[in-house]
């Protein structure tokens, strides 16, 4: 196994500076003659934006999200993002220009390029469905300086995410992400659901009935406009549990927290994992 830790210079010395610097931490399974199918096997990429209301990267839906996709052949990879003080489009860049990165960089990430996934979680979640919804937005190519379509994930991962900014959403990452106090429509233009088009990649989506955090509508709202836009989908509603559950076991929760871990929800990883194979299985 290799393990790389890069800024965001190592990764496009044109993306701006920021007050929180990023990191991406990447960690790569190396290739064996005696393994798969050797030296030439390309993997999935699955790069895991943490959640955080868009004003930390919480360390829970970082490594103890990575390591099982790792472990069932992936690669995957960690964006330590910038948050608030620094403001929309900085996050966004930073993902488009990891995704643009792995692509340039597949041959000695041993990466599909065809196979890169977003994988986020509440606020991570909104950043890791705008990196699939608005891939294609002019400032990505403006200042990246690379064609759009390298900066586009071939599918998303999004576990009780911000999606709407209404009754219903999570005003606060909003605000975190664009900054307080901005006319109602500066807010409305980042409400994921209403951006959806046919060039939005299929998603894997999870949430729970009782999050009081996050509506389910978040994740229903945005099912219903894929499925709009005949964009496949895999939908998983659990009955219960809260906000933030992240893997749901011990290795993303303290001694002291039962409430999130839960065996039942848990089992989104497996089926994830699942969802990735049937995607690579497809694109052959």
Not at 174 to 202: C, H, I, M, Q
């Amino acid at each position: 196994m290799r393990y790389m830790s890069l800024t965001m210079k190592e990764l496009n010395p044109r993306l701006p500076e920021t007050v929180q610097p990023a990191r991406l931490q990447v960690l790569l399974r190396d290739n064996s003659p005696r393994i798969g199918s050797g030296e030439d096997m390309r993997r999935p990429v699955v790069l895991v934006l943490p959640g955080g209301g868009y004003s930390i990267t919480s360390e829970r839906e970082a490594d103890p999200v990575a390591l099982p996709f790792l472990n069932a052949g992936f690669q995957a990879l960690t964006l330590d993002y910038s948050c608030a003080p620094d403001r929309y489009p900085a996050a966004l860049l930073q993902a488009a220009a990891t995704i643009a990165w792995v692509r340039e960089n597949a041959a000695k990430l041993h990466a599909d390029p065809e196979n890169i996934y977003v994988c986020g979680f509440s606020a991570g979640g909104h950043l890791a469905a705008s990196a699939g919804i608005l891939w294609n937005e002019p400032v990505i190519a403006e200042t990246l300086g690379i064609d759009n379509r390298l900066a586009r994930p071939d599918g998303m991962i999004l576990g009780y995410p911000v999606i709407m900014y209404n009754e219903k959403g999570h005003k606060g990452s909003f605000e975190n992400l664009l900054g307080p106090g901005l006319p109602e429509e500066a807010y409305t233009k980042l409400s994921l659901e209403r951006r959806v088009d046919d060039t939005t990649p299929p998603a894997f989506l999870w949430h729970t009935w009782e999050d009081g955090s996050v509506p389910l509508e978040n994740t229903l709202e945005l099912a219903a406009a894929l499925r709009a836009h005949k964009i496949p989908f895999e939908l998983h509603v659990y009955p219960y549990g809260g906000h933030g559950l992240s893997v749901a076991n011990e290795q993303s929760s303290q001694t002291d927290q039962p409430e999130i871990r839960d065996p039942h929800i848990a089992t989104w990883m497996n089926l994830c994992i699942e969802w990735i194979r049937i995607q690579s299985s497809r694109r052959k």
